[in-house]
């Protein structure tokens, strides 16, 4: 399992243009710990700027350290963004991405009337006042299995846009520390920041949030709101 600071990675996924990378850098510990070139797959391809609490990956390595030991040698070489927070052997037939059954993404919002230097890589500042309660209703309803496709990235290429959520709630209280979560059997490319920004203009007034469930139907990435910045967003669990 993983933990990173996204803020100075250019996403999960490498680069052809040879930007830093979680892949990249992770990939490149492994091959001055192990030796050899190795190929990490992730559960997911989180984007520039977005961290993750509980990131898992997978990668198939010949060494003769013991998980323990393999996990001090890749910490002692990796930078300070990116940790690897517990390490064992996989099951034959287990992959990170495929076998996943259930994520939790948490999407942070500080809003109180002055930002906040030490929340500001970590948090999404919206100093106007929100109303939290309407804010939640709205990310009530849509909870289920659903279409997405009004909260999905222009350009993404995926089979189906269906997915389904088992919990979408909003915590804390309006004038401070705010936190959408939303866990789910997969996401889409920009899903959770969409929501976010779709949310954050429910807690403004600028749409009611009896609205969603309408905006989901239309199925047109076009009605909903703004994509929310990246910093706010943490990958927070991944469960098989």
């Avoid at 990939?27 to 520039?48: F, I, K, N, Q, Y």
């Avoid at 948090?123 to 909260?151: E, K, Y």
Wanted: charge should be neutral; charged fraction near 25%.
């Amino acid at each position: 399992m993983l933990e990173y600071d996204g803020t100075g990675f250019a996403g999960w996924q490498r680069q052809a243009q040879g930007e830093r990378t979680v892949q990249g850098v992770l990939a490149e510990a492994l091959r001055r710990v192990c030796g050899g070139e190795a190929e990490v797959e992730g559960a997911g391809r989180t984007d520039a700027g977005v961290h993750a609490r509980g990131q898992v990956a997978g990668v198939r390595v010949e060494t003769r350290l013991a998980a323990g030991e393999l996990q001090r040698a890749l910490n002692a070489v990796l930078p300070g963004d990116l940790a690897v927070l517990s390490l064992e052997a996989a099951p034959e037939g287990w992959h990170p991405r495929r076998s996943a059954r259930r994520k939790l993404y948490r999407y942070a919002i500080w809003n109180g009337r002055v930002r906040s230097p030490l929340r500001d890589r970590y948090a999404h500042f919206v100093p106007q006042p929100l109303a939290a309660d309407a804010m939640d209703r709205a990310a009530a309803s849509l909870a289920g299995t659903r279409d997405f496709r009004s909260f999905q990235a222009a350009g993404s290429g995926v089979e189906t846009t269906v997915r389904t959520l088992f919990r979408a709630e909003l915590l804390g209280e309006a004038g401070a520390e705010l936190a959408l979560e939303l866990e789910g059997d997969g996401f889409l490319r920009h899903m959770v920041r969409n929501v976010a920004g779709t949310l954050i203009e429910v807690g403004l007034g600028r749409r009611a949030p009896e609205s969603l469930p309408a905006l989901l139907e239309a199925r047109d990435r076009g009605l909903a709101g703004p994509t929310a910045p990246a910093g706010g967003l943490t990958l927070v669990r991944v469960e098989y």
